[in-house]
């Protein structure tokens, strides 16, 4: 039996997240007790989002998942990798990037342009 090689093992993790990340309008990668996804999880709910949630503690594969996520983090300098949200297909950023869209007024037209909301 071939054994994956570490590039391998994360490019198949990259095509699940790539999957997953475009396969609802909104995604929100998490912990299932993390108290910060479930502040991201009740906005978009409030807004009248239906997020798609991955919790990541429940994934098999959600250490080599919060890994990339935190390589995705990392490159557009966001402090924290959990919960990383996705709008349309794109890393939005974590819980901050979110408030602080909501609180500029820029989240709802986001959420618009990607098809999470039809108001």
């Known amino acids: 039996m071939e054994r994956l090689t570490t590039s391998q093992i994360m490019e198949t993790v990259y095509e699940r997240v790539h999957r997953l990340a ?5 995604v929100v990668f998490s ?3 993390c ?5 991201a999880k009740q906005l978009l709910v409030g807004l009248g989002v239906a ?3 991955v919790e990541l503690d429940r994934e098999t594969s959600g250490l080599e998942i919060h890994a990339l996520l935190y390589r995705i ?3 557009k300098e966001q402090p924290q ?18 408030i602080a869209c909501h ?3 820029t989240l709802v037209p986001l959420l618009k342009d990607a ?4 108001l």
């Not at 475009?22 to 909104?26: A, E, M, S, T």
């Not at 108290?35 to 502040?39: D, I, S």
């Not at 990798?81 to 979110?98: C, H, M, R």
């Open 22 to 26: 475009n396969g609802k309008p909104v």
């Open 81 to 98: 990798p959990v919960p990383a949200i996705f709008v349309g297909g794109k890393f939005l950023g974590g819980i901050e990037t979110l």
């Open 103 to 105: 609180i500029n007024g």
């Open 31 to 33: 912990l299932s007790g």
């Open 51 to 53: 997020p798609e949630v």
């Open 115 to 118: 098809g999470a909301l039809w």
């Open 73 to 75: 983090a990392a490159a």
């Open 35 to 39: 108290c910060m996804g479930h502040v």
